[in-house]
């Protein structure tokens, strides 16, 4: 939850938003983050959606002992993560919480997967039936190191045993974490994708072809996984061709993004590419809506990629086109192609050129715009239609819809 930074605390606090608004009384237990701290961006608080109530839990994680702890021995942070220190002080509120008042269940979401670690005990110790949301793989993840998954393995397999429902934001993720675990628990997922709000300024900022066009991409890098490498290589040899100065800037803003100022400034393009770390989210919304085109860059993959990013659901609410360098086949590239928008596989640099060539052409002769599916296709992700899903995951889960008009309440937890 805010003011956490991140896609996902926007996303919990969206959907628990909604999930009010459908006549839930949330309460969310989530992480009572140190003013000027790691995990507090812009010393701003925001209020909490209407309907949600916060219950904030101080973090171990934020000690200046134990983050030193860690950087001795960073393998501790495994065990999920760096949150599994707040694990036992924020079961014990939710079971004292459970305890004084009257629940219909108990909801966690992962990111940190320490969440779900909370809801095993919260689970136990009170009986609520409980509903896991994944997003993404966990043991599968192709980010975690071999380490990592065969810690993570038992986690996951203890949660997916105990809860009463799964929550995937896409049909390949479900296929890939259920696949190694019995065919009776996969009756337990439900697919309830990613939602972003529909935004209040109405139609799109006219284009102005007296300027450059502007790419931008909004969001995180991983060094060696996901990278705009191949992009950057791509736009340079698009500018060698002929000159691009003038015609087309690239925009990178997210945590990490400066690591490749090098590899621009190599490839002779940094006059052409701007580079900005961490921002607020509605920065990065401003950066988003001023854009031309905006990209999506997923890591390479021999097989299908699972992953959805919740940042691509974002993109959807501005109506401008998308760039997606995906791999060819997956829950991006599927989505990128019923919204009529190309996608190039993200090692493909001549594919990506031609795609930047094709982009300056559209847009030199004024036709660079949504396609005709956009706003049907798009319509699916608005947070209005997701939460109403997971309204019915909830529903189906926990014990019968009359009783729960009669409570009300769900437990929440998300750090």
Do not use: N
């Amino acid at each position: 939850m805010p003011p956490m930074y991140g896609p996902r605390a926007t996303q919990v606090s969206r959907v628990l938003g909604r999930l009010a608004g459908l006549g839930w009384q949330p309460t969310t237990i989530c992480l009572a983050p140190r003013p000027g701290g790691p995990h507090w961006f812009d010393g701003a608080s925001p209020d909490a959606p209407a309907g949600v109530e916060l219950v904030r839990v101080p973090s171990p994680e934020e000690w200046f002992a134990v983050r030193a702890a860690w950087r001795v021995a960073p393998g501790l942070r495994d065990f999920p993560d760096s949150t599994r220190v707040w694990v036992r002080r924020a079961a014990h509120t939710a079971i004292r919480l459970a305890a004084a008042g009257e629940y219909a269940g108990l909801m966690t979401f992962a990111q940190p997967w320490s969440d779900h670690l909370v809801g095993i005990r919260v689970h136990r110790a009170t009986g609520l039936p409980w509903v896991a949301h994944f997003s993404d793989p966990w043991a599968d993840s192709p980010y975690a190191t071999p380490r990592q998954r065969s810690i993570w393995r038992r986690m996951e397999a203890d949660v997916l045993r105990e809860a009463c429902a799964v929550v995937f934001v896409t049909e390949e993720t479900a296929d890939l974490v259920m696949a190694k675990y019995p065919g009776e628990w996969r009756k337990k997922v439900s697919i309830v994708p990613h939602g972003f709000e529909s935004r209040s300024g109405g139609a799109p900022r006219p284009q102005d072809r007296g300027r450059p066009l502007r790419l931008a991409y909004v969001g995180r890098f991983y060094r060696g996984v996901r990278t705009p490498v191949a992009l950057l290589r791509a736009l340079a040899g698009l500018h060698r061709r002929e000159s691009v100065a003038g015609t087309l800037e690239l925009l990178f803003v997210g945590p990490h993004v400066e690591e490749y100022e090098r590899d621009a400034a190599a490839l002779g393009i940094a006059s052409l590419v701007r580079f900005r770390g961490r921002v607020s989210p509605a920065e990065a919304a401003r950066v988003a809506a001023d854009a031309d085109v905006l990209l999506v860059v997923d890591a390479p993959s021999d097989g299908p990629s699972v992953f959805l990013p919740s940042k691509l659901i974002d993109y959807l609410s501005f109506r401008t086109p998308i760039l997606g360098l995906t791999p060819e086949t997956g829950a991006s590239a599927r989505l990128l192609r019923r919204l009529g928008c190309p996608v190039m596989r993200p090692d493909d640099v001549g594919g990506i050129t031609s795609a930047l060539a094709d982009l300056i052409e559209r847009w030199r002769a004024g036709t660079l715009d949504v396609g005709e599916s956009f706003d049907r296709v798009a319509a699916e992700f608005d947070i209005a239609h997701t939460a109403r899903l997971l309204h019915q995951v909830l529903l189906g889960a926990f014990t019968g819809a009359h009783e729960m008009r009669e409570r009300g309440h769900i437990s929440g937890i998300h750090s």
